[in-house]
């Protein structure tokens, strides 16, 4: 799949997934791992730093997603992030 943009609200893994510098900690390995698959699954990707504010309506519907006990596919907006959108295109 490609391109692919993905954002996060954690300038830390987004500063080690861009780093060619070797980290050997637990952390190091998992974005080793995160870089290897990456590689393998996605033809054009980037990941980018966000600040949370500006992913506001991301981080709750991860946080809602996480309480729901089966996958889902969403048709519509869902109501934990309607109001945020609504705000954004303002």
Do not use: W
């Not at 060619?20 to 900690?25: L, S």
């Amino acid at each position: 799949m490609g391109p692919i943009n993905f954002e996060f609200d954690a300038k830390k893994v987004v500063d080690s997934f861009s780093s060619a510098r070797q980290d050997v900690t637990e952390f190091g390995m998992i974005i080793h791992n995160c870089k290897i698959i990456f590689e393998q699954y996605y033809v054009n990707f980037s990941v980018e730093f966000v600040r949370r504010q500006t992913n506001e309506a991301t981080h709750r519907l991860a946080k809602e997603a996480t309480s729901l006990a089966s996958f889902q596919i969403l048709v519509e907006i869902p109501d934990c992030i309607g109001q945020i959108l609504s705000n954004e295109m303002i």
